[in-house]
């Protein structure tokens, strides 16, 4: 009877801790709204359409795809279409071939991530150890955390340089010092943790700009993380010299070609605010004139080499931290505040910082896609963003031709004298990924007439300048193709 | 009396086993030598002493220090020794600002490594996630193996952008689509994990050069992973033509002072070999005179700008993917074998390759050491290693002034034209972390006699050339304090 009563408590008991444990399921489940609760938990992806709708700038759908297309409609360009259909073959190899050459450069492409595996043992650094070639580091951060053994075994392994640790222990607790492969074997896992803690990696091969993967296991555990070698560009600074002057901070750059006179005039414009700022003229003209300016520097190039060649010419011959560069047909006001630029620069991290030209500001964004056939860029007008601490100026990805930069960044991208004539956005798409571009609306420099000269000898001059300036259906044809072959382009489309 | 057999029985069994235990035991110990058994298990790191012979690199010790050092010998300099007393502390106060304006540019100093704890139940990417300015990307490798649960509430964290999932669920299940916080909440471990494998990262700030650090949390677990905001440079690739011609693929530069002679027999001894590659010529001479030679670009610079100035703006009217660079009073000779040259740059990943300068190759090593105060550049005559698959040929950090080059890499680097007069290994010490070198010693030109000039013009413009030529006292201080501030160096040792 006393048993029967003991079977009937059990009963009782077990079935209100069923009662309790449904409840709390149930209770968990209340938390969410019944009415889905019947939802079949099928896993889905959201449909293509509905993905569409996410992840877009500027109406182009910013996310990963194998090619990238671009519109076709008028002053949308798909860059193959201008070479000629006999060459396209031929053009095509080789543009691959140069394309191979540069990625075995720039180590592209980047091998795939490397990915840690989830309750691994181990601490480790997941990004940021660097170490300068043929040097050494202590790697930060290693160390074991793992079930209780009676003895460990620890494997850790390189492929661009050796391993060792600080710990001082006994030649059987750490094998293969100096060497790829370095063991610890020991039976105390604070001992352990002391030699991990103390590890270190030396680069052995003088290659800068690679990333050994480095393996520590521990049994079927392996982690393994990044290091990289890597030897940091060396610094390019300016001495502003005691008094910060304009003179030794800015140096004011410009090409010049069968306008002598406008070149007058705007340098006459430059001294009224200036007196004593370096102009650098690059000139290209049949004749070149003198110019009676103690603080000009005139350089004299082949007749007609070009446009951007004459930019690059006069921006390799800066000495000073900025360089403001201006069109020999511009005219400075006094609006025309370089402080003002080189307060924008100073004081942000933009390399390059442009002006108003009479009211313009030629502000564009350049967005881009990647793409196996080589890259789409889409061009849009407007900026990105305020700039931060700058209410009148904003971050953009290109700017009219009035803007103060870092000489090192200029000199860095420079400007392809293979563009002969006309010629504007290719700085900005050459200077992609290197250049932080910033347009500031309250500095403005003015445009010289458009009239044209009284005088016979200049007007005649302005008459052969229009003649090369015309940018004729072979200039944009060659513009065009240099996009397919040199920024390895497959199209652009411009809004 | 069963009893007493079966406790005998139970005794020398447990006995047995106990005896197997310790022999285990024993045996592991046995593995290793007896005689350190009885070592004290103190941890120790290797006294300074024994640690000062490891890592040395041509007896330099290149391990983290918080400052580097120079050996005070003739030939050794500390630039700071070279400003006037006086104005020295202005200088680095100067040179400190400057830097930091570098380092705010740079994005230095490097944030500390980002390490992963041990045992945390993510698997999620610790190397190589990379997302273009603007763009989205699906997170590789997120993925979680923890102790069942009867919920999953996993969080998301992003600084610079924002997160979401390509997975379509209910609302409830994910919360904060497009925002920097993403909550799942989920019921089925299985769920959570595919909701996982399709989260996307979306950058949203236009400030390219920037990692963002994403956070994953479960509990107290948290794992910590970098995502690289990168735009990534554009290519620059030269299209060598059909038939690769050598005219198509080098163009030779020089830059010539007060030697028109010298110029002329170099020009001369080119012609013989290469007819018709382009000869790029920068010419500060005070009466530059006239060049007959269908396939040289003569560039006229102010008297005297100077001889980096020249070569800066020689390299930046370049069209062509490499540049071959030379001294105006070299000669070619049939072992000037440019092709060679051609060849190495085609099949490796060098920027510059130079030759024999009349068999001499002046290579040398530049290693650095980091310092708070500035860093220590270490020239050491010599090479690194060989170059793979070039016997005759070696990788070092500075050669001759007879080099063939990625034109696309010179004009990154730069010649300083701050550097008016006599200069050279400045220009390897400003292209370091940014220039990969080697040196062949089966190409070589020769170079023209010493001797005086006979014709008394040609004698007369020698006499005006050496005395610019002369390395002066104020020049090897200009060059030195430059080193100081632009380099942000410390000091120079030279073996």
Redesign the interface.
């Known amino acids: 009877m006393h048993l029967k009563w003991l079977l009937l408590f059990s009963l009782l008991f077990a079935g209100g801790l069923l009662f309790k444990i449904v409840r709390?399921?149930k209770g968990?489940q209340e938390n969410?709204?019944s009415s889905?609760i019947s939802?079949p938990?099928v896993?889905?992806?959201?449909?293509q359409k509905?993905?569409r709708k996410?992840?877009n700038?500027d109406g182009l759908w910013?996310?990963?795809q194998r090619q990238c297309e671009c519109e076709k409609q008028p002053g949308n360009y798909i860059f193959q279409d201008f070479y000629n259909k006999s060459?396209l073959e031929?053009?095509k190899e080789?543009?691959k071939a140069?394309?191979k050459?540069?990625q075995?450069?720039?180590g592209l492409p980047?091998?795939?991530?490397?990915?840690?595996?989830?309750?691994?043992?181990?601490?480790?650094?997941?990004?940021?150890?660097?170490v300068?070639p043929?040097?050494?580091?202590?790697i930060?951060?290693l160390?074991?955390?793992?079930t209780k053994v009676?003895?460990y075994k620890v494997t850790l392994k390189a492929l661009l340089g050796t391993l060792?640790t600080?710990?001082?222990t006994?030649d059987?607790e750490v094998m293969g010092r100096?060497h790829k492969k370095l063991v610890i074997l020991t039976?105390?896992q604070?001992?352990l943790n002391?030699i991990l803690q103390?590890v270190?990696y030396?680069s052995t091969?003088?290659?800068?700009g690679v990333?050994d993967?480095v393996s520590i296991e521990f049994g079927s555990a392996v982690?393994?993380?990044?290091v990289n070698v890597?030897?940091?560009?060396?610094?390019?600074?300016?001495?502003?010299?005691?008094e910060k002057k304009l003179k030794n901070l800015v140096t004011i750059a410009t090409k010049t070609f069968l306008r002598p006179h406008k070149l007058q005039i705007l340098l006459m414009s430059i001294r009224q605010y200036y007196p004593d700022v370096t102009v650098i003229v690059a000139d290209d003209s049949e004749k070149p004139q003198k110019i009676n300016d103690t603080y000009v520097?005139?350089?004299?190039?082949?007749f007609g080499?070009g446009w951007f060649?004459g930019r690059?010419?006069a921006?390799?011959?800066?000495?000073t931290?900025y360089v403001l560069w201006v069109d020999d047909d511009f005219l400075f006001t006094k609006d025309t505040k370089i402080e003002e630029l080189v307060d924008v620069l100073?004081k942000t991290?933009l390399?390059v910082v442009g002006g108003s030209v009479s009211g313009n500001l030629f502000q564009f964004k350049l967005?881009?896609e990647?793409g196996e056939d080589g890259?789409c860029i889409h061009k849009r007008s407007g900026y990105?963003?305020v700039l931060n601490g700058f209410p009148n100026c904003v971050?953009t990805s290109g700017i009219a031709n009035f803007f103060l930069a870092?000489t090192e960044s200029l000199?860095?991208v420079?400007f392809?004298?293979?563009l002969k004539r006309v010629a504007h956005t290719e700085f900005f798409?050459?200077g992609?990924?290197?250049l932080?571009v910033g347009s500031c609306s309250n500095v403005v420099v003015n445009h010289q007439s458009h009239a044209k000269a009284s005088d016979p000898d200049q007007a005649s001059l302005e008459k052969m300048y229009s003649r090369f300036r015309y940018n004729s259906q072979d200039q944009i044809k060659f513009k065009l193709t240099l996009h397919y072959?040199?920024?390895?382009l497959q199209c652009y489309t411009q809004k």
Chains 1, 2 share one sequence.
């Open positions: 709390n399921v968990v969410l709204p889905d939802a938990f896993l889905k992806l959201f449909p509905k993905l996410l992840f700038y910013l996310f990963p060459e031929a053009v080789r543009r140069e394309f050459h540069f075995r450069r720039e980047q091998p795939p991530p490397v990915l840690a595996q989830p309750n691994i043992p181990f601490g480790y650094p997941v990004h940021g150890v660097e300068m043929l040097h050494t580091i202590v930060p951060g160390q074991f955390n793992g009676p003895s060792n600080l710990a001082d006994p059987y100096g039976l105390s604070n001992r002391f103390h270190t030396t091969i003088y290659h800068p990333v993967i982690a393994k993380f990044p890597n030897q940091p560009s060396i610094p390019k600074l300016y001495d502003p010299g005691p520097e005139h350089y004299i190039m082949p080499k060649a690059n010419l921006v390799s011959q800066v000495t931290k100073e991290e390399d967005l881009m990647q890259d990105f963003e971050v870092h000199q860095r420079g392809d004298p293979q798409i050459d992609l990924g290197n932080r072959f040199k920024n390895h």
